[in-house]
């Protein structure tokens, strides 16, 4: 808890009316405007102020104490954040939503409206951004003292727009209007360096030391956004980098009267921040890139050992006081800059710099596609960070040498653990690089560590076995439960009380209600209330009239070829081509949602959109349809939306290619709003199964040694195509051009694609999945039936909280204290 600050401000006043002339105040005396002059946006700002007001003395609070005390502190660092809003989320956590709604009425402002104004802070592609800003919420939620590290991105992830069914990619300007979260701090700036060559100084005692002159240098400037946990109960600091050219180096270029070049100098140094790689899974391996990840993972270590110092003077004793936890390999450059920092810049001992390293650091791995495994040219290392790939080499010279010591003349293991790879050009390997430099490193599900132990790092745990462990992620049901589905909140909160808002696990509660059909009817009203709302958001962005009581299924990620939107929109093709056979059956109504960005050069992700879109239109417009199956693709994916999406959700699409999805995590949200998963067994999926039973969830497809086995075998579609009725007759629709009558050599190339290779094994769980498909129909047939499954999934999945997955890093790998 936060000690009483003698000298603060006096406590900001509370109640609605305190709330109106709060924001009345910011209107008038921060956004300059009347209240007849103000737009929807001038409220959402003055809201914002407003609130922002009741979060800032407990945040500067819990920083001095935490500064006071000394207490360990837990850095996340991660070059993306995915956050979302957060007027909502500070609201509701300070427990002001009421207040402020009132206040809003009262001055005859729309809540809902004004909290559309907020843009996404989309500073994140998916997954690993979002777990990011899961982290940050728990992190405050557990009251552990933390900062999260990244980049102040000008410009997030592109918008999405569809064209004709194509995707098409806009600039996104958050900071367009300014963002009234942050607060900008311009006396905190760090220099970092680029390029240059080393120095060797002799010291007084023979000794040497490597002096970096950097031939460049950029400042990075901090901006804060406090983060607040559940319950105002605790504040952390989300501190994001900005770019920006030192003054000197411009005013020499001015003062020599090069004005155009000392204005593109300041460019080339402010470009580091402008935008976010808009690539998932795939390193995009540009100077730019490799720039921005030591940028900021310079910055942050340059912060937290400036703080430290400050009170402790040594950095011997830095780790029992920070703990850097690495969110993927992008910031695994901190090993060598940390090193650089201990030994050039304090004069430290290899052997010591090396303990106190290790002691800090932990890294967290998100992925086994081998293409996703980053890798940077030793070439272009040298020339950007000529110290650090000195110190890389040392590190590795060390490292090998105490293989070779313990396993005398294994050239092939030699190769495997080195940190350079020699096969395609010479590349330092960021993951291995990352592996020696921390004291645990973690997969993100049981599965996916499980496999990392057989697969991308098997040497490096049959040398450390005590390294690689598994965190399962989580997500914070602050957001994903509590904010985005208020309706299910309150009935939650009116049947088994509200212990669960502070403990997940209360929610098992449920499990006694699954079948008593007065509550089965209440949560079903619920779902049925949410969904009329997406059918709203629906209508209004595609022109697409959905109704509501046909079940909603739901497909919503990044479009990625492993994640398999393509088998589900060719098991819609299938249902399509059944229900025509077969028009007088009772088929089941059906809304199939599908949702998500593909990289702007990923064009086989883009041409499943495409036919996403085609298959819609065909579908959406067949009157013999009647509404019992219609195709939806809502465009520009983001936080937002999903939080509209997941509440409305019946059933959740999870069906990547097994061993393919290190955890996923919007399987756990859809699960937790009451939707029905049909998966693979891949990722969390395998603990959600483990969790709610297999008889509340359809698991189908083959299993990651299945998958393995039949890429060993040399896999082809072509078989399972021909051994299945159904598939070849989608496969023809495809090849013959029915569905793209304006182009129709337009799926010829995925056609072959699946025919000669099928690399995700699309073919191979074709028929098992649309066999799983009809048991979900008879299920949805049975409607009580479908929502005592339901009520369990939201009753058993307590576990994948957040809090949960956090308190497991404070405990196993940080060792910071945390409440229970
Ligand atoms: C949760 C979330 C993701 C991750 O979804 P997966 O299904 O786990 O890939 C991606 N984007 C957004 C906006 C999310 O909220």
């Given at each position: 808890?936060?000690?009483?600050?003698?000298?603060?401000?006096?406590?900001?006043?509370?109640?609605?009316?305190?709330?109106?002339?709060?924001?009345?105040?910011?209107?008038?005396?921060?956004?300059?405007?009347?209240?007849?002059?103000?737009?929807e946006r001038d409220w959402f700002m003055a809201t914002a102020l407003?609130?922002?007001?009741?979060?800032?003395?407990?945040?500067?609070?819990?920083?001095?104490?935490?500064?006071?005390?000394?207490?360990?502190?837990?850095?996340?660092?991660?070059?993306?954040f995915l956050i979302g809003r957060l007027l909502r989320e500070n609201m509701s956590n300070f427990g002001l939503m009421a207040d402020v709604r009132a206040a809003l009425v009262s001055l005859d402002v729309s809540p809902a409206l004004i909290e559309a104004c907020e843009p996404d802070a989309a500073l994140g592609n998916g997954g690993l951004g979002r777990l990011a800003a899961c982290f940050m919420e728990s992190l405050a939620s557990l009251s552990i003292p933390a900062f999260g590290y990244g980049i102040r991105y000008d410009h997030g992830l592109f918008k999405q727009a569809i064209r004709d069914g194509w995707q098409e990619e806009f600039p996104e300007d958050w900071l367009n209007f300014s963002n009234p979260w942050e607060f900008a701090r311009p006396e905190i700036a760090h220099p970092i360096g680029f390029g240059g060559s080393v120095e060797e100084v002799e010291g007084g005692d023979g000794s040497i030391r490597h002096v970096w002159k950097p031939a460049e240098t950029v400042l990075a400037v901090?901006?804060?956004?406090?983060?607040?946990?559940w319950r105002g109960k605790h504040v952390n600091t989300l501190r994001l980098w900005s770019a920006r050219a030192p003054d000197v180096l411009r005013l020499e270029a001015f003062n020599r009267g090069d004005h155009i070049g000392a204005v593109s100098e300041r460019a080339r140094a402010e470009a580091i921040s402008r935008i976010l790689y808009p690539a998932d899974d795939s390193p995009s391996g540009q100077e730019l890139r490799l720039r921005q990840e030591f940028f900021f993972s310079s910055a942050a270590l340059q912060d937290l050992i400036r703080r430290h110092q400050r009170v402790y003077g040594s950095l011997n004793t830095l780790p029992d006081r920070v703990a850097i936890q690495l969110?993927?390999?992008?910031?695994?450059?901190?090993?060598?800059?940390?090193?650089?920092?201990?030994?050039?810049?304090?004069?430290?001992?290899?052997?010591?710099?090396?303990?106190?390293?290790?002691?800090?650091?932990?890294?967290?791995?998100?992925?086994?596609?081998?293409?996703?495994?980053?890798?940077?040219?030793?070439?272009?290392?040298?020339?950007?960070?000529?110290?650090?790939?000195?110190?890389?080499?040392?590190?590795?010279?060390?490292?090998?040498?105490?293989?070779?010591?313990?396993?005398?003349?294994?050239?092939?293991?030699?190769?495997?653990?080195?940190?350079?790879?020699?096969?395609?050009?010479?590349?330092?390997?960021?993951g291995h690089l990352a592996f020696v430099g921390s004291h645990k490193v973690n997969g993100v599900s049981a599965l996916h560590s499980e496999l990392l132990k057989q697969t991308v790092f098997r040497d490096f745990h049959m040398l450390s076995p005590q390294k690689l462990t598994n965190k399962t992620n989580g997500v914070t049901f602050r957001r994903w439960l509590q904010q985005c589905n208020p309706c299910l909140t309150e009935l939650l909160v009116e049947s088994i009380g509200p212990d669960f808002l502070d403990d997940p696990e209360a929610l098992r509660g449920l499990e006694k209600l699954a079948g008593d059909a007065a509550f089965q009817q209440r949560f079903a009203e619920v779902k049925r209330v949410n969904k009329q709302a997406l059918a709203q958001v629906i209508r209004e962005r595609t022109g697409i009239r959905v109704d509501p009581t046909a079940m909603f299924d739901i497909h919503i990620k990044r479009?990625?070829?492993?994640?398999?939107?393509?088998?589900?929109?060719?098991?819609?093709?299938?249902?399509?081509?059944?229900?025509?056979?077969?028009?007088?059956?009772?088929?089941?109504?059906?809304?199939?949602?599908?949702?998500?960005?593909?990289?702007?050069?990923?064009?086989?992700a883009k041409l499943i959109i495409k036919l996403a879109h085609d298959v819609a239109r065909i579908v959406n417009r067949d009157p013999m349809m009647r509404d019992r199956?219609?195709?939806?693709?809502?465009?520009?994916?983001?936080?937002?939306?999903?939080?509209?999406?997941?509440?409305?959700?019946?059933?959740?699409?999870?069906?990547?290619?097994?061993?393919?999805?290190?955890?996923?995590?919007g399987n756990m949200k859809l699960g937790l709003n009451g939707a029905l998963t049909i998966g693979t067994l891949d990722g969390a999926n395998v603990e959600m199964l483990e969790h709610v039973g297999a008889e509340n969830m359809f698991i189908f497809g083959l299993t990651t040694p299945e998958v393995e086995n039949r890429r060993?075998?040399?896999?082809?579609g072509q078989m399972a195509i021909e051994a299945s009725f159904r598939l070849s007759q989608v496969m023809d629709q495809l090849s013959s051009g029915v569905l793209s009558p304006d182009d129709r050599g337009r799926y010829v190339e995925m056609v072959r694609n699946l025919r000669d290779h099928d690399h995700f094994l699309v073919t191979a769980d074709f028929d098992s999945y649309f066999t799983k498909q009809r048991e979900v129909d008879m299920l949805w047939a049975q409607q009580a039936e479908w929502q005592r499954a339901a009520i369990l999934n939201t009753a058993r999945l307590?576990?994948?909280?957040?809090?949960?997955?956090?308190?497991e890093y404070a405990e196993e790998i940080w060792r910071v204290p945390v409440e229970h």
């Open positions: 808890m936060t000690p009483p600050d003698t000298n603060s401000p006096a406590p900001v006043a509370r109640g609605a009316e305190a709330m109106r002339d709060a924001i009345l105040r910011k209107l008038t005396f921060d956004i300059g405007k009347s209240r007849a002059g103000a737009l407003a609130v922002r007001d009741h979060v800032v003395q407990p945040w500067l609070n819990d920083m001095r104490a935490a500064y006071d005390t000394g207490e360990k502190q837990v850095y996340y660092l991660s070059l993306e901090a901006y804060d956004t406090p983060i607040v946990g969110n993927d390999t992008h910031p695994a450059i901190v090993v060598a800059e940390l090193m650089r920092i201990l030994l050039d810049d304090n004069g430290m001992e290899w052997a010591d710099a090396w303990r106190v390293t290790q002691g800090c650091i932990s890294y967290t791995n998100h992925t086994l596609l081998p293409e996703a495994l980053e890798s940077w040219p030793v070439a272009l290392m040298e020339q950007l960070l000529p110290r650090h790939m000195q110190i890389i080499y040392m590190i590795n010279a060390v490292h090998l040498g105490e293989v070779s010591e313990a396993y005398p003349g294994d050239n092939r293991l030699l190769a495997s653990l080195s940190l350079i790879e020699e096969q395609s050009g010479r590349r330092v390997r960021m479009i990625h070829e492993y994640k398999r939107q393509l088998l589900n929109v060719l098991e819609t093709i299938a249902l399509y081509d059944a229900i025509r056979a077969e028009p007088h059956r009772e088929w089941q109504p059906r809304v199939k949602i599908f949702a998500g960005k593909a990289a702007a050069s990923y064009h086989r199956l219609k195709v939806v693709f809502l465009p520009n994916y983001n936080v937002s939306l999903a939080e509209v999406i997941i509440p409305a959700a019946d059933l959740s699409e999870q069906i990547s290619t097994a061993g393919m999805e290190a955890s996923g995590t060993k075998e040399g896999w082809h307590g576990w994948f909280s957040s809090d949960r997955t956090i308190r």
